[in-house]
């Protein structure tokens, strides 16, 4: 476009950008059903071993059969949390969730799920720090998120390693924190632990039987809420990962 064209120069420009955001959103469409097919194939596989193992030798070793059992099962459950994630995403980015947004005390929140955690995990020292805060937002959906960092803190801390939830506020926003003393991310993989199906260690994640989904989905109900998560991580130091919201105004809901 000319440079005397300054009017149609203006809309070249602004049908240019909407295309290179086209563009971009396609390709990242290409990738997620790219990944979520290859997450997908890996248990699809190791069932079919297994069943053709039980086709084969099964039907009269009991060892086999038994291993078998315990793969298939495994495996059957780690694809149902698959796909789950996967179908919250989809909901999410098409704007079809049906959300029930309150007025709630996050730091009540928080001792809730600490609560229900200790109940199913006696292998780490638990503490909280939490000061009432009130925010508005799908009750569900938080405590979602929290659980996703709590699990994460769980999973990547030895036994014995101390968690602590802590929940503040200051400036108009709510800060709930999870810290842990665990295994630590490399500092090249902090920025894009957020992303879908990223994994800072391949191996370490395959162990735990993650795909890569929980914090994007934190991430996307963080923000669905005016709000984002900060990640501060060394690595066999521990990580700190904030999930920060608008506090609710008095009264309000």
Excluded: C
Excluded at 51 to 61: H, T
Excluded at 132 to 141: E, G, Q, T, W, Y
């Amino acid at each position: 476009m000319g440079e005397t064209q300054s009017e149609l120069k203006s809309l070249a420009s602004a049908i240019n950008g909407m295309l290179d955001r086209i563009n971009e959103s396609y390709r990242s469409q290409v990738r997620f059903v790219s990944d979520a097919s290859h997450e997908l194939r890996t248990p699809i596989s190791v069932i079919q071993g297994y069943v053709n193992l039980l086709d084969r030798w099964g039907k009269n070793d009991e060892k086999t059969l038994q291993e078998s059992i315990d793969a298939i099962k495994d495996e059957t459950e780690n694809m149902k949390s698959l796909v789950e994630q996967l179908l919250f995403l989809a909901r999410g980015d098409n704007n079809t969730m049906a959300l029930q947004v309150e007025r709630f005390e996050l730091s009540a929140l928080a001792e809730e799920v600490l609560r229900e955690t200790q109940m199913i995990d006696g292998g780490h020292e638990y503490n909280s720090h939490a000061a009432p805060v009130f925010i508005n937002a799908d009750r569900s959906l938080v405590k979602q998120a929290t659980r996703i960092l709590i699990d994460n803190a769980m999973k990547y801390s030895p036994p014995g390693k101390r968690i602590i939830v802590s929940v503040s506020s200051a400036d108009g926003y709510a800060r709930l924190t999870v810290q842990d003393e665990g295994i630590g991310i490399k500092s090249e993989a902090v920025p894009r632990i957020l992303d879908r199906f990223y994994r800072a260690d391949e191996s370490r994640a395959k162990a735990t039987g993650g795909a890569g989904l929980g914090l994007s989905i934190a991430k996307w109900i963080t923000e669905r809420y005016g709000g984002h998560i900060e990640v501060l991580s060394r690595l066999d130091i521990g990580t700190r990962i904030s999930i920060v919201f608008p506090t609710a105004p008095e009264g309000l809901s």
